[in-house]
């Protein structure tokens, strides 16, 4: 019994120890940050005592911030129900197809990670811009007697985030239906459930971890998203994460910047650590 509490403790040991170095002392030091002051220096702020609240006030003061909040939200939202609705049928559908079809069909959706995701998203504004190649072939069919308005608003901001996190969406998705059990679908077409009936009593709901993994995976990321605000949106789809940035390398208000993370860690932490406990229950 002690071997193997001790066995037990040896291996927890090592994902905590890089969860203490790598995540919570980090948090830390950006916490202790965002109750300092900004200072001309390097580094670029001074902490004293009692600690400053200066940079909490202007977060809850400052529209700027609920602004870019409010779209974050927005955004990730959206775009977590769109990989849902586009993923859930890609996965079901891999998970259905025979072997060799199906590792054709995994390979299709991870090789977006072969490219470097900067150049992926950039590429986007070739196709999207005004006289782009979606637009100029639009214009050539006739369909449109002026170029759509594609990129810089939020059509183009959300089209980057499902085009970017759809993978994560797919792949966890896939990992829970293809160990789906046939014979449980089998069993309820023996008790005169129709396919659709089937699909809403079994398959739905055994798919459910699956959809808590992908959500979780395509949400949290997106809501801090940088390089898609920055690149396909304009002034009206201000994200969290571009703030962060521009407060932390253009403005260089560190602790205003550091107060604006650990606001993101708590905003999205509790809601997202909730919901998965009542997925789990």
């Known amino acids: 019994m002690i071997e193997s509490k001790r066995l037990r403790a040896g291996i927890l040991l090592p994902p905590y120890l890089w969860l203490l170095l790598f995540f919570l002392a980090p948090?830390?030091?950006?916490?202790?940050?965002?109750?300092?002051?900004?200072?001309?220096?390097?580094?670029?702020?001074?902490?004293?005592?009692?600690?400053?609240?200066?940079?909490?006030?202007?977060?809850?003061?400052?529209?700027?911030?609920?602004?870019?909040?409010?779209?974050?939200?927005?955004?990730?939202?959206?775009?977590?129900?769109?990989?849902?609705?586009?993923?859930?049928?890609?996965?079901?559908?891999?998970?259905?197809?025979?072997?060799?079809?199906?590792?054709?069909?995994?390979?299709?959706?991870?090789?977006?990670?072969?490219?470097?995701?900067?150049?992926?998203?950039?590429?986007?504004?070739?196709?999207?811009?005004?006289?782009?190649?979606?637009?100029?072939?639009?214009?050539?069919?006739?369909?449109?007697?002026?170029?759509?308005?594609?990129?810089?608003?939020?059509?183009?901001?959300?089209?980057?985030?499902?085009?970017?996190?759809?993978?994560?969406?797919?792949?966890?998705?896939?990992?829970?239906?293809?160990?789906?059990?046939?014979?449980?679908?089998?069993?309820?077409a023996d008790l005169g459930a129709t396919p659709r009936r089937a699909f809403l009593s079994v398959t739905l709901p055994l798919s459910l971890p699956g959809i808590l993994a992908g959500s979780l995976l395509v949400f949290i990321p997106a809501a801090g998203e940088f390089v898609v605000p920055d690149l396909l949106g304009g002034p009206d789809t201000l994200m969290i994460g571009k703030v962060l940035w521009d407060e932390f390398f253009t403005n260089r208000d560190w602790p205003v910047a550091s107060a604006l993370a650990v606001s993101m860690l708590v905003l999205l932490g509790v809601p997202l650590a909730l919901l998965r406990r009542a997925f789990a229950s």
Do not use: H, Q
């Not at 990670?113 to 006289?131: C, D, E, K, M, Q």
């Open 27 to 188: 948090f830390l030091i950006v916490l202790a940050i965002s109750f300092g002051e900004t200072a001309i220096g390097v580094p670029p702020f001074t902490l004293g005592w009692p600690p400053s609240l200066f940079s909490w006030e202007i977060l809850a003061g400052d529209s700027l911030y609920l602004r870019a909040w409010g779209n974050s939200l927005l955004f990730a939202t959206i775009a977590t129900l769109c990989c849902l609705l586009l993923g859930y049928p890609m996965a079901y559908a891999i998970a259905r197809a025979p072997g060799r079809r199906r590792d054709l069909l995994l390979l299709f959706v991870i090789l977006p990670f072969w490219t470097s995701f900067l150049i992926r998203v950039y590429a986007w504004t070739g196709l999207l811009r005004p006289n782009g190649t979606i637009n100029e072939a639009l214009l050539w069919l006739g369909l449109i007697e002026a170029p759509l308005p594609l990129m810089n608003n939020a059509f183009g901001v959300v089209l980057g985030l499902v085009y970017s996190y759809l993978p994560f969406m797919v792949l966890p998705l896939y990992a829970t239906l293809e160990k789906l059990d046939a014979t449980l679908l089998e069993a309820a």
